[in-house]
């Protein structure tokens, strides 16, 4: 019988048999009979039931917090509460053979809290993370300061992706939970008082922006590396312009300039062995990637495959790729952009060339500088290879795609027709929030330039 969520036995002869369940705040008089049996894989709060399975967990405290009374449960006229594990529940990853769905309907188990281990939890429903990371600044950044690269120290709940806002930028894009130490990219001399960061964990909860001290830098800032990506000055027009580009297909394209001659076997120096050489190679032969050059203009013939790919570059390559060949300058061709923290910077026509696909941040900033991650970076790519009315697919492979989300349809696209295929570790990922490196955007493109769609 179940009186008021208590379990009992009345009459001789009879059992429950309780496995994967969750028993807290419960009374001694709550659990009683001799019939009650452990299967394993229980959490009770105090001991009251004489669980004795080796899975089992007494006078443990579930960690529980209360999302909902009444909608999932089936007596609603007794105030019957829902809850879920917080992070750290002892639940997590805890059950022996829980299977189907849980209370909502969602599928069991599922990798809630992103530790690459995804058995079921114990109790009614799977860990659900909806919080979103809290960053505290602990040390500040000297002002003034000589170093055109200060140090800046934060702390975060958890840990996640980091993103830059306002004039700053680092090369440290991965937060930890606990404090984090981080070197900013080199400054020019000025007062910086807008510069923000945010973490977005594995689930997408962002947290709010952390706004970072007002500093002044007094020292002028080494020439830095132009990291365009991008190969020769010389491009075609766009394929389309405005808001016909919406979806088109590319065109076939051809190398843009000569590959430098010291390297027109190995563009590359970098590359050798990696699992994406062959798509490099790709992007270099067909659209005339040429890589980083120095502050002098000069090809260092380094494609830097594992870095994360920045907004401004993706654009780059894309624009590149593209274009027709003996073509005029760039400059020719496009308007600077009309985002003020683009207009003087190396992609600001490209930036311009693909305003009907990126309209920017809430702040009317464009963050030309900023990683782009993959759900952001998967979407760009399929609209700009295939229409929109061709972007459609079933449910996904990958466990962390949420459905229904804003880039949930490009993911399963893209799953679909073998242009990504998500990761084996964690297993069946696609790491949505994860950066973009340059090596996978030089798969995607190579992939989906091959694939053909029925108009």
């Given at each position: ?191 910086y008082s807008s510069c923000t960061i945010t973490v977005t964990d594995l689930s997408l909860n962002a947290s709010l ?23 020769s000055a010389s491009f075609g027009k766009p394929a389309c312009s405005g808001n016909q580009c919406n979806g088109q ?65 993706l654009l780059a390559m894309l624009y590149q790729c593209q274009q027709k060949s003996n073509s005029e300058n760039i ?125």
């Amino acid at each position: 019988g179940a009186f008021s969520g208590g379990v009992s036995i009345i009459g001789g002869g009879a059992s429950i048999n309780i496995v994967d369940s969750i028993l807290s705040n419960n009374t001694p008089a709550n659990c009683t009979g001799a019939g009650i049996i452990s299967f394993g894989g229980n959490i009770e709060s105090a001991n009251d039931c004489n669980f004795i399975a080796p899975t089992d967990l007494i006078n443990t405290d579930p960690l529980l917090t209360l999302v909902d009374i009444n909608t999932f449960l089936d007596f609603p006229s007794n105030n019957s509460y829902l809850y879920s594990l917080q992070a750290g529940s002892p639940a997590i990853d805890h059950a022996v053979g829980s299977v189907g769905l849980d209370q909502r309907g969602t599928v069991r188990p599922v990798d809630g809290d992103g530790n690459g281990s995804a058995l079921p939890d114990s109790g009614a429903i799977e860990l659900n993370d909806f919080i979103s990371p809290v960053l505290n600044q602990i040390t500040p950044v000297p002002t003034p300061a000589n170093n055109p690269t200060p140090s800046y120290t934060f702390s975060s709940s958890e840990a996640g992706t980091i993103s830059y806002g306002g004039a700053c930028s680092s090369p440290s894009l991965s937060a930890v939970a606990g404090n984090n130490t981080i070197i900013f990219n080199p400054l020019p001399v000025g007062i910086y008082s807008s510069c923000t960061i945010t973490v977005t964990d594995l689930s997408l909860n962002a947290s709010l922006p952390l706004t970072i001290n007002t500093f002044e830098i007094l020292a002028a800032a080494a020439p830095v590396v132009d990291s365009g990506g991008g190969g020769s000055a010389s491009f075609g027009k766009p394929a389309c312009s405005g808001n016909q580009c919406n979806g088109q297909t590319n065109t076939t394209v051809e190398t843009t300039s000569a590959p430098d001659n010291s390297s027109s076997l190995l563009p590359f120096t970098d590359i050798k062995g990696h699992w994406a050489e062959n798509y490099i190679n790709n992007l270099h032969q067909a659209c005339g990637i040429n890589g980083f050059k120095d502050a002098n203009g000069n090809l260092l013939h380094l494609f830097k495959p594992d870095q994360p790919i920045t907004r401004a570059e993706l654009l780059a390559m894309l624009y590149q790729c593209q274009q027709k060949s003996n073509s005029e300058n760039i400059a020719a061709e496009l308007k600077a952009t009309s985002f003020p923290d683009a207009k003087n910077h190396w992609a600001s026509s490209y930036i311009y060339a693909y305003e009907w696909l990126l309209t920017g941040y809430p702040d009317g900033t464009f963050k030309p500088d900023q990683n782009i991650n993959r759900a952001e970076a998967v979407k760009v790519l399929m609209l700009t290879f295939f229409k929109a009315d061709q972007i459609t697919g079933a449910n996904s492979s990958c466990r962390d795609i949420v459905p229904n989300s804003w880039y949930a349809k490009y993911f399963e696209f893209a799953l679909n027709h073998g242009i990504v295929q998500g990761y084996a570790d964690p297993v069946g990922t696609c790491a949505p929030a994860w950066n973009i490196s340059r090596a996978e955007v030089a798969k995607i493109i190579t992939l989906s330039k091959s694939v053909q769609v029925q108009p």
